[in-house]
Every structure is written in structure tokens, then in C-alpha cells.
């Protein structure tokens, strides 16, 4: 009994010291999706409330020149649309804006953003550190207390 108690744990060590390599040979991580809601918003918008919400889905496309293509889907936001963005902050924290990102002329909910941007320093620093960057949108209802945004979500 106890050789094959032994023998089990050589086994297994084995395989996890040749499982090293190949868990170290993971491909770098080609998409990103980021939900945001109303609550995420650092302040709170006081005019939105818990159905405003959308979808940031992030994907790349040349990892050579760090071309990433996104598309923003989102409902209920009120006010006319007026801005999105990737910031750099940990979550409950407002930072500053690091890529812009564009809006559909237009849109007010579904598709209401699509575009690419080649930024190979910001996509090293999403993938080392993804909850240190959010995605928000804005709207005009900003003018209306909503100074930071309408909806917010943490990349992970």
C-alpha cells in the first residue's frame, strides 16, 4: 500500500512538472468582454438606474501591431450618447481615459459603438493586469450629475 502510495505521488508530480511547459505555452488571450452597469459608475449617475447596462466585447486581431476590433452594445442609457472609453483604475475608482473609443452616429441603444485601435502597450497591460482598466460610456445626461459616466465595467 504504501508503494503505491509512492508510486501515485511520482506520478502525479510528473505529470504536473511536464504540464509546466505547456501551461507556460498558453496562447495570450485574444478576447475581452467587459458588462457594465449603472452601478458600476464611479460616482453613481443619479438619472440612470439598474436597467441602463451594455456590453464591451474586445478582440484582437494582429498581435504584431496590437490591433484590437470592439464592439459596444448597450440599453436604456439616458441622454444622447456622447463618449466611450477604456480608463486605467481598479474598480470604485475613476481614472484617467487611456483609448477613446468610437460611438455609431446616431445610435441610442443596441450597436452603439464599433471600431478598431492598435494600442500593443495597452493590450500587454490588459492582459497583465485586467481589473486595473474599465470601459464607461457617457451620455448628456451627464449635465445632469453624471460628470464620470452612465455605465461602467471592470475588464477581467
Not at 13 to 18: K, Q, R
Not at 73 to 92: E, K, M, N, Q, R
Amino acid at each position: 500500500m504504501k508503494k503505491l502510495a509512492v508510486l501515485t505521488c511520482l506520478v502525479l508530480v510528473g505529470l504536473v512538472a511536464g504540464a509546466g511547459p505547456a501551461l507556460a505555452d498558453k496562447p495570450p488571450r485574444k478576447t475581452f468582454v467587459v458588462v457594465m452597469t449603472a452601478a458600476n459608475e464611479v460616482p453613481r449617475c443619479q438619472v440612470a438606474d439598474r436597467t441602463d447596462r451594455g456590453v464591451a466585447i474586445f478582440h484582437v486581431v494582429d498581435e504584431a501591431s496590437g490591433t484590437v476590433r470592439y464592439q459596444l452594445v448597450a440599453t436604456d442609457l439616458p441622454g444622447d450618447l456622447s463618449a466611450a472609453h477604456i480608463h486605467l483604475a481598479p474598480v470604485g475608482v475613476p481614472g484617467p481615459v487611456v483609448q477613446p473609443l468610437a460611438l455609431e452616429p446616431g445610435a441610442e441603444q443596441g450597436l452603439i459603438g464599433r471600431g478598431t485601435f492598435a494600442n500593443p502597450a495597452l493590450l500587454d497591460a490588459l492582459r497583465a493586469n485586467p481589473s486595473g482598466y474599465y470601459v464607461n460610456v457617457h451620455t448628456s445626461a451627464e449635465t445632469g450629475g453624471c460628470p464620470t459616466g452612465v455605465i461602467r465595467g471592470q475588464f477581467h
